[in-house]
């Protein structure tokens, strides 16, 4: 396990040199460049060239990649943004804090809702218990999440006046933007509940539980559901990393500062140091997060841990 | 948004088989029997066939054409769904505009399923150091945002619709590599693969004669149930101004575009946003009852 | 199950602990909110030409002349009087007494000459002191600006060219511009900065004309403009300028009576680059581009872009702030249909052509008026793509000459002299119609006309050059200005704000309606 682990971590090495990489390459195919971006259109021709001359921009592909690994890893430094001037974590940071904060609200209001409704519509099969919350969810499912965050902005924002629609300066700003991050993933969760939790309760051990006179509950809470956990725990740790991602439409909706807002903005100014540092700490976030799955699944099935010393990471 | 597996298929299932007449037959009399997953095809059907007679429905240069003195104005009995920003037939602009969002959902879905399933199999069939640089590959990809790729491509190679699909397909196909490779893994201890390999066939005609074919269950629904978040993706790139080139309507777009009206004009975004909704419901109603058809499991 | 529990519980824990950790308060009642549309990127005066920064350092750095768009034009900041030399070669700036940096420095003909030469060496500013040749102080009060040619409207760069403190620049060195400073000498000072979320003002306690009356301000970003709408609906905005035309109506319905619907100092325009090769050279034939010009419905244009709120133009810049600007005689190229058709016919394409593809960036105003123009020529049977791209690439696309259509903006001009970016071949970036190319149209008359109102200080002989300029220019069928958009400003019932301006309000000019409470 341990071993498993550090092997894991070990591959984040490879995994932000080949991020970089992309993303210089990446880069290189969009049209523009920073110096015409910072200096606007009244820049002479020379003083563009100067400036991304400066800043290292004209450098070949394979140089700049090599000039950034190079300081990256021999000072740890993500380099000086283009367009800003400031060091990049300076930006970076504070922004991934706060998606990550919403993300974390995100995650966990979805599955404290949508977990156990999605066990219930499954206890409760064809009753009202299913039909009402499994409807519900297929319809939120379907709503593009920046209708959604449009919707919640007029009506609890304007017409009820109840929620800031401006950052996260109070507690109840954080309201809006997390349910927009969270509401699609809920009613995922209630559907992958729902069909993980269905058949769990008609595999052949459960009948063979209820065989031996085990009560319903007894069936339903010792047995069916451990095994239906499983994929919903790495479902949760997914979501997580698609909801960093991902967290770009209600940051743009609700005013957030937050990284997937940076680094869509900074595109359009080919700000390279700004957007290469943001995903790094994006994969490596996903990374981590994606190592906490493995090892809570290793934890509530052992059979999964005795597995890990024979696969490779 | 995001790029990761998230089937609805728990992956320790046993493989199942889509060969036989007789099993697609089987599937169907039980698909049937699912009212909801019915109501699904019959909605499908039905938006499926608007959309390909769209140009029989109501005039494309209906949705073109400006007459902007009629700005938002409100559904009438000439104009059933109102007209948008330009004075332009909303009407007309959704259902020519479905033909756009749907055909770069369904096709980028194909084309990601293809390209994700050939690396899958590869990877799984193969195994050691192909499987191993695939894999170590997808990852590094995986942790990429999507929509830097996304962007980047329409951004660098315009927005044209084989370029969006380009580009969907780069967020989509990851989806269907662990997928089947996982399919593969477990289908090539079989039997008939085995004796199909000691046979002396070749790996590729091993793995398109013998191993995809059992997978094909696994792909389809994942697949069914990929074109409703795709859909969804779609918009979102609309949303952030990344859609079809104007005056090309397109369902994000039009979105979008209404956003500024919202207040003023609310049935810009109602329409657009309701045929959306109704798309992926109805593809996702099928793409449960699929699910639920092919693994007898889940029915009693 | 137990220890999922248990795990869920820790981290709702840790949330609620980061939350907690964040720094709270809403608006104080006593901080004055505006909204930015975007983070600010720098506080270095020098190292912007964002409009949106400009108007920030407007509040915070003085320089040596301001600019009061309600009373028309320029006015002394810093300067005490500025006098040119006959030929308008050298400019001599005297210093008022007794003004201060907010850091407590008293503000000397140095530090300007600190401020200029800095300007030289940042390209950013290059088109604001390219003309300078040298500055120097002979002594503390005394600041001399000598010029390489003769240039009279000096006032702009006098405007944009922000002192700032030698001691206090130097001192932070390479962090001037990403943290908060004192090196201004404006009526505020910024207080905390942060590069994602806006930045904090308060009031300059050392400001020469005393302290303004309102004390703190903070800019918060709301770059969606509907989340900026409802902001102020909602009563968390105290001003909110550029605001959402298609939201005016219930804006102005919020606002009460502190609402002003102001003319704004741009002009949106369609460029023709005439030696595209697209179809031939189909744009090179004069016909062909007069015919576009009489197809555009230009209300159409205001009613897409400004919801019929703006006024179709005519002319080079606004009137109402460039005293300059030629107001008659010159073609027009008024919407008529048929004359369009006609043209087209006499050009050889009665059954219209494709024209190629109308480039803009991806602004609304562009992207809505590219639209529109896309469908006015559908009218006449002329086809053609609208690409939208970002500004910058847009950009470099029209330096090159690589577009066949473009639709732009052109802002913040206030004498007529500003033409030199859009008509001159030495300039850059605006410089979209190059109008040397092919021997096609009398370029050196265009950039003698140019030089010739730009060195001299008389109106009238001004004016004789712009008309006769404008009005060839027009002829040209080159360029077409489309419209001119108004500036909506709304304000809460709290604050008086003197005379609404389109760009540069200060707000040092505000005050607090209860003050004396």
Not at chain 1, 177 to 205: G, H, Q, W
Not at chain 3, 17 to 32: E, I, V
Not at chain 3, 311 to 333: D, H, K, L, N
Not at chain 3, 392 to 408: C, K, M, N, P
């Amino acid at each position: 396990m341990y071993r498993y682990i550090v092997k894991r971590i070990l591959f984040l090495i490879p995994t932000i040199l080949g991020v970089a990489f992309i993303i210089y390459f990446v880069l290189n195919l969009t049209p523009g460049n920073p110096g015409r971006s910072i200096l606007g259109a009244n820049a002479s021709q020379e003083a563009v060239d100067q400036l991304n001359e400066e800043l290292g921009y004209n450098d070949p592909l394979l140089v700049k990649y090599v000039n950034y690994m190079k300081k990256l890893v021999l000072e740890g430094d993500f380099g000086t943004s283009y367009f800003t001037k400031q060091p990049v974590m300076n930006e970076v940071l504070p922004r991934f804090w706060v998606t990550l904060q919403l993300s974390i609200i995100g995650i966990i209001i979805s599955t404290l809702v949508g977990v156990p409704l999605g066990m219930l519509t499954a206890v409760k099969q064809y009753s009202a218990w299913d039909y009402i919350p499994s409807i519900l969810a297929f319809l939120l499912a379907a709503i593009p999440s920046f209708v959604l965050g449009m919707v919640l902005l007029l009506v609890f924002s304007l017409k009820l006046n109840l929620l800031p629609s401006y950052g996260l300066d109070t507690w109840d700003a954080y309201i809006m933007p997390s349910l927009c991050m969270a509401i699609p993933i809920t009613a995922f969760n209630v559907r992958f509940t729902k069909s993980s939790m269905l058949e769990s309760i008609r595999a052949d051990y459960i009948d063979t539980a209820r065989a031996k006179g085990a009560t319903e509950r007894t069936v339903i809470w010792k047995h069916a559901l451990k095994n239906a956990l499983l994929p919903v725990i790495t479902n949760i740790g997914l979501n997580m990393g698609g909801l960093i991602m991902g967290a770009v439409v209600s940051e743009r909706l609700f005013s957030v500062p937050g990284i997937g807002a940076l680094i869509v903005d900074r595109i359009n100014y080919k700000d390279e140091p700004v957007i290469i540092a943001g995903t790094i700490v994006i994969s490596i976030t996903f990374t981590i997060i994606m190592l906490i799955v493995d090892i809570i699944y290793a934890y509530v099935d052992p059979r999964i841990k005795a597995k890990y010393t024979r696969i490779k990471g | 948004m995001s790029n990761t597996v998230t089937t609805a298929v728990p992956a320790a299932q046993e493989p199942m088989k889509f060969k036989k007449p007789s099993q697609v037959k089987e599937i169907w009399r039980r698909f049937r029997k699912n009212k909801g997953s019915m109501v699904g095809l019959i909605l499908l059907a039905f938006i499926v066939l608007v959309l390909i007679f769209a140009d029989f429905i109501v005039p494309y240069e209906d949705g073109i054409v400006q007459n902007l003195a009629l700005k938002n104005q409100a559904p009438s009995a000439e104009h059933w769904f109102g007209l948008d920003s330009y004075g332009r037939d909303l009407f007309s602009r959704v259902i020519h505009g479905g033909r756009t969002s749907l055909g770069v959902a369904v096709l980028a879905t194909i084309s990601s399923c293809i390209v994700g399933s050939a690396l899958g199999a590869i990877a799984g069939y193969f195994g050691g150091k192909v499987d191993m640089i695939i894999m170590r590959g997808l990852d590094i990809f995986m942790s990429v945002p999507d929509i830097l790729f996304t962007m980047a491509v329409v951004v660098a190679m315009g927005t044209t619709f084989a370029n969006l699909i380009f580009a969907l397909t780069l967020a989509y196909f990851t989806n269907y590599v662990r997928l089947v490779r996982s399919q593969i893994l477990s289908l090539s201890e079989v039997e008939y693969v085995e004796a199909a390999r000691a046979g002396g066939s070749g790996s590729a005609r091993i793995i398109i004669s013998h191993i995809l074919p059992n997978a094909m269950g696994v792909i389809i629904i994942n697949t069914t149930l990929n074109v409703a978040k795709i859909i969804l993706y779609e918009s979102t790139l609309g949303f952030l101004g990344l859609g079809m080139p104007p005056p090309a309507p397109e369902w994000g777009l039009i979105i979008s575009e209404a956003r500024e009206f919202m207040r003023t004009a609310p049935h810009i975004l109602l329409f657009p946003a309701l045929a959306i909704v109704l798309t992926a419901c109805s593809v996702n109603l099928v793409g449960d009852g699929l699910r639920d058809a092919m693994d007898p499991h889940l029915k009693s | 199950m137990k220890r999922i529990i248990a795990l869920s519980l820790a981290l709702v824990m840790i949330v609620a602990l980061a939350a907690c950790g964040q720094k709270s308060g809403g608006a104080d009642s006593d901080t004055l909110i505006l909204r930015a549309e975007t983070a600010f990127t720098t506080l270095d005066p020098a190292n912007s030409n964002n409009t949106h920064d400009i108007i920030l350092y407007d509040q915070v750095y003085d320089g040596l002349y301001g600019l009061d768009e309600a009373h028309g034009g320029y006015y002394n900041e810093l300067a005490e009087e500025v006098v040119a030399n006959e030929d308008s070669t050298q400019y001599t700036v005297t210093l008022k007494d007794g003004i201060k940096f907010a850091n407590g420095e008293p503000v000397t003909a140095q530090d300007c000459v600190f401020t200029y030469e800095r300007a030289f060496q940042n390209a950013n500013m290059n088109y604001l002191v390219s003309m300078i040749d040298n500055v120097e102080a002979p002594d503390e009060k005394t600041f001399v600006i000598n010029l390489k040619y003769p240039y009279a409207p000096i006032a702009h760069t006098l405007f944009r060219v922000k002192i700032v403190s030698e001691k206090e620049v130097t001192e932070q060195g390479d962090k001037f511009g990403t943290i908060p400073n004192t090196a201004g000498a404006g009526p505020y000072i910024i207080d905390e900065f942060d590069i994602a979320t806006g930045c904090k003002l308060i009031a300059n306690e050392n400001y020469y004309e005393g302290a303004p009356d309102i004390k703190k301000v903070e800019y918060r970003v709301y770059s969606d403009p509907a989340a900026a709408v409802i902001a102020f609906e909602n009563g968390e905005l105290d001003f909110y300028d550029q605001a959402a035309l298609s939201d005016w109506e219930s804006l102005k319905a919020a606002a009460g009576d502190n609402n002003a619907m102001v003319t704004g100092n741009n002009i949106t325009w369609l460029g023709i680059n005439y030696a595209s090769p697209t179809n031939n050279n189909i744009l090179g034939n004069d016909l062909v581009r007069k015919a576009i010009f009489y197809a555009i419905n230009k209300e159409n244009v205001n009613l897409a872009v400004c919801e019929g709120y703006g006024r179709t133009a005519t002319t080079y810049m606004v009137p109402e702030f460039v005293p300059t600007q030629p107001t008659e005689g010159f073609e027009t190229y008024d919407y008529n249909v048929e004359k369009a058709k006609e043209l087209l016919a006499q050009a050889g394409y009665p059954d219209g052509a494709d024209i190629g593809t109308i480039l803009t960036s991806t602004s609304a105003n562009s992207s809505k008026s590219a639209q529109v123009v896309q469908n006015e020529l559908a009218q006449i049977g002329l086809t053609c793509q609208v690409q939208t791209l970002d500004v910058s690439a847009v950009v470099e696309r029209t330096i090159v000459q690589d577009y066949d259509l473009t639709v732009y903006g052109d802002s913040g001009n206030y004498d007529f002299n500003n033409i030199r970016q859009q008509v001159h071949s030495e300039s850059v970036g605006m410089y979209i119609i190059d109008f040397t190319l092919n021997d096609k149209f009398d370029w050196e008359r265009i950039e003698y006309l140019v030089e010739a109102g730009a060195a001299t200080a008389d109106m009238e002989e001004r004016m004789t050059y712009y008309n006769e300029l404008w009005a060839m220019i027009m002829d040209t069928a080159t360029m077409l200005p489309l419209i001119n958009r108004p500036v909506a400003i709304v304000w809460s019932d709290r604050i008086d704000i003197g005379d609404p301006v389109p760009t540069y309000y200060k707000i040092k000019n505000f005050s607090w309606v209860d003050s004396a409470e």
